[in-house]
């Protein structure tokens, strides 16, 4: 009889448990590898989702040697992504970055245009505040 009891008290506890180890709550998200970091940062680029695509490139910026023959673009998709969420500041210093450390990368010439995208995001803003 006592295990009869024990049983019924026992299933319904076991079913909670076994639903809330599937539940995604509980789940753990995968770390991401500076290789998915870039590749998905350029995709959410790509999105215009700013705010993930600047997260996701400064993960890879930081985790890789300056040498990549990938870093000018990534520099200057992640400058951007701060110039369109108004950090200019980091903007700044991302594009500068890209110009001074490679000098004859052809994303170099976008950074230094004068009417480079922060002139862009400039007229953007005000065209949504008018």
């Not at 970091?37 to 400064?58: I, N, Q």
């Not at 985790?63 to 870093?71: E, S, T, V």
């Amino acid at each position: 009889m006592t295990i009869h009891r024990f049983g019924r008290r026992a299933l319904p506890a076991l079913l909670i448990a076994v639903s809330l180890s599937a539940c995604a709550v509980f789940r753990k998200e995968a770390p991401i590898t500076p290789e998915i970091a870039l590749v998905r940062g350029m995709a959410a680029y790509r999105d215009e989702r700013w705010l993930r695509a600047a997260d996701l490139l400064k993960r890879w910026v930081d985790a890789n040697a300056a040498g990549d023959p990938r870093m000018p673009g990534a520099l200057l998709a992640l400058g951007k992504s701060h110039i369109h969420t108004e950090e200019y500041l980091t903007a700044s210093s991302e594009l500068l970055r890209l110009v001074t450390d490679y000098p004859q990368a052809p994303e170099q010439q976008e950074a230094a245009a004068p009417q480079d995208p922060l002139a862009e995001a400039e007229a953007k803003r005000d065209e949504y505040l008018d």
